[in-house]
């Protein structure tokens, strides 16, 4: 409790009372009747550590950004100084016999209290010089922090970007940033030490882009776990102050930002709610599509938009602009501070990466968060994440369409946002389409293919029973030779043919017209890894057109009671789907393995 209260004095009180207590520790030396030559330097000492005390007193008015943590620290190390002192100087007003018993252990206790308070006296200067704005960084090592250098840089260093200079300010920051590279110990301390702030306060500040970049990285260096990040974000505005800081600040500080965004909210579901609350997706959506204009986007067939739907896709995505006096251009500036000329003037390859960060904080972003991927689908961004996929290659379009595969996971889960984002008739969401299926038919790279098969497989419910253009090129990713993608078009299929996709029957019908058969049989053949999606798709199918004769001319029974075997010991949550799917087939394939039949119900 007594510890509590005084952690909430102010650092006023704290001063005056160690000034107090040495002014104590002076007067009952004066009183001393022994050892009179020690109490005297012991008062002296009290004296100057007094007087230092009192330069720090007169500090404090004068600047009401005192960097607060190490004098707090090293006031409680002085007081608990002191306090010794005292309780010896005192020991020194007995006399007689008393005087004489005390006099056996006072000569090594006033060597080691004079010690401690000499020590007391030296952090306290050190303390003073890190004070001061006119000396820079101090680098030297006080008392206090002789058994961990890297505490006694850190408040230096900290001190320095709260209460320096300009240039000195930029300089201790970009300290912080390389000592929070170092280690994970380095990152804690600073973090513990009330880094954040100071760093949060020169990123806001705006002085110069050096010092924004600067303050960016240290606190990019800093986010790299959980508690790291939930640390950043407790601070007081520090999520809006990041996310004004990206639509205000040079590019190359964009970049930083964004980045750290991103890891922010790929490392704490919280901190992700929060970033979308103060609307961090306009800025990012705004930036990745800073070269995108409404002119660019066509039609499902991929010819050239006319007038009227030009005007339609319009209306469509601009439902919810950023600002309420939208351009004929996609997207507004990224930069209240820089607008477009300073934009325009970045190098491409500097614009390519900040595409990227950004779509790949987007993809962060909207991670299992139907709040986030509301606000993300209600911008222009389907828009623009179709004419990214379309457009670009590499990193910036992998990051686009592990964006649009986290969106649909989460409209796969939430109808709501199904029925409004990827609306089939919408045009965003015919757009979107029309790049997944683009990709599916012309790429070959696991890497694309994987998170454009995961997102068609989400949307599966949104397809009607005559959507055939979807189907054909996924049944044939049955046969890819990467078992990673085989194996996600089989989960994808398996979504279209699920027994609560309404329109399962008619998919099933087209995945049997699309050969899906003899893929599908070959994959539970191949004994490399466990098929237990497959395994579903092929129940599925034989629950929804068991009187197929494409399962009957595969023996689809027999490969089903197969694989069932080792299936269900590992997922006897099978059970049932099996016993319907043998139900099925051997109902249209009558004196087929009907023996079989009930030996693996439960």
């Known amino acids: 409790m007594a510890a509590a209260e005084q952690e909430e004095k102010s650092i006023q009180e704290e001063l005056t009372d160690q000034i107090l207590l040495a002014e104590r520790v002076i007067k009952s030396a004066q009183e001393a009747e022994s050892s009179k030559l020690e109490c005297f330097e012991l008062a002296k000492q009290s004296t100057q550590l007094a007087h230092l005390l009192r330069s720090i007193v007169r500090l404090t008015p004068s600047s009401q950004s005192l960097y607060e943590r190490p004098l707090r620290r090293i006031i409680t190390d002085s007081s608990m100084n002191l306090l010794r002192a005292l309780t010896l100087v005192r020991k020194c007003k007995h006399s007689g016999v008393l005087r004489l018993v005390f006099a056996i252990t006072t000569t090594a206790d006033f060597r080691k209290v004079s010690n401690l308070l ?123 102050i990041v996310v004004k800081a990206i639509g205000e600040s040079p590019m190359r500080v964009q970049i930083v930002l964004v980045n750290l965004v991103a890891r922010m909210a790929d490392l704490d579901e919280g901190v992700r709610e929060d970033l979308g609350r103060e609307n961090v997706h306009r800025p990012l959506v705004t930036l990745l599509g800073m070269d995108i204009v409404v002119e660019e986007a066509k039609t499902p067939s991929g010819k050239p938009t006319s007038i009227h739907s030009l005007v339609q896709i319009n209306k469509e995505v601009s439902k919810k602009s950023f600002h309420s006096n939208s351009s004929s251009s996609l997207y507004s500036d990224g930069s209240s501070r820089g607008g477009r000329k300073e934009r325009e003037a970045e190098s491409p390859d500097m614009k390519h990466k900040l595409k990227i960060c950004c779509a790949g904080a987007l993809w962060m972003l909207s991670k299992g968060s139907l709040h986030n991927s509301r606000k993300i689908t209600d911008t222009k961004a389907l828009v623009c994440l179709a004419k990214l996929i379309e457009k670009e290659h590499g990193e910036l379009q992998i990051n686009c369409l592990m964006t649009v595969m986290e969106l649909a996971a989460v409209a796969e889960i939430h109808p709501d946002l199904r029925q409004v984002a990827f609306k089939p008739n919408s045009p965003a969401a015919r757009v979107i389409l029309d790049q997944l299926l683009r990709v599916l038919n012309e790429e070959t790279s696991p890497q694309l293919l994987k998170p454009t098969i ?149």
């Not at 380095?186 to 949060?200: F, R, S, T």
């Not at 194996?487 to 309404?502: C, S």
């Not at 006897?572 to 009907?594: C, I, M, N, S």
């Open 118 to 240: 000499e020590s007391s006296i030296a952090d306290i200067k050190w303390l003073i010089s890190i004070y001061d704005s006119e000396s820079g960084t101090n680098l030297s090592l006080p008392p206090i922090a002789s058994n961990d250098p890297i505490l006694a840089w850190v408040w230096s260093f900290i001190a320095t970007v709260q209460m320096g200079q300009l240039k000195d300010r930029v300089e201790a920051a970009n300290e912080l940033a390389s000592l929070a590279r170092d280690n994970n110990r380095n990152m804690k301390i600073i973090v513990q030490e009330d880094g954040v702030a100071p760093l949060l306060k020169l990123l806001t500040d705006g002085a110069s882009a050096e010092a924004q970049l600067a303050a960016a990285t240290a606190l990019y260096n800093l986010g790299t776990d959980q508690e790291k990040v939930k640390s950043i974000a407790s601070e007081v505005s520090a999520v809006s």
């Open 454 to 602: 995961k997102s068609i497989g989400s949307l599966a419910r949104t397809f009607p029973a005559k959507e055939t253009r979807i189907l054909g090129p996924l049944v044939k990713q049955l046969g890819h030779k990467s078992a990673d993608v085989a194996t996600e078009a089989a989960i994808a299929l398996g979504k279209f043919v699920a027994l609560d996709n309404f329109n399962r029957v008619e998919h099933s019908k087209s995945i049997i017209e699309f050969n899906g058969v003899p893929r599908l049989m070959n994959l539970l053949k191949s004994n490399d890894r466990p098929r237990k999606h497959e395994f579903v798709l092929l129940c599925c199918l034989a629950i929804h057109v068991g009187n197929s004769p494409a399962l009957e001319q595969a023996r689809a029974l027999s490969v089903i009671e197969e694989a069932a075997r080792p299936m269900l010991a590992h997922h006897p949550e099978l059970r049932e789907l099996f016993a319907k799917a043998v139900d099925h087939l051997t109902l249209y394939q009558a004196g087929v393995h009907t023996h079989h039949k009930h030996s693996y119900v439960p």
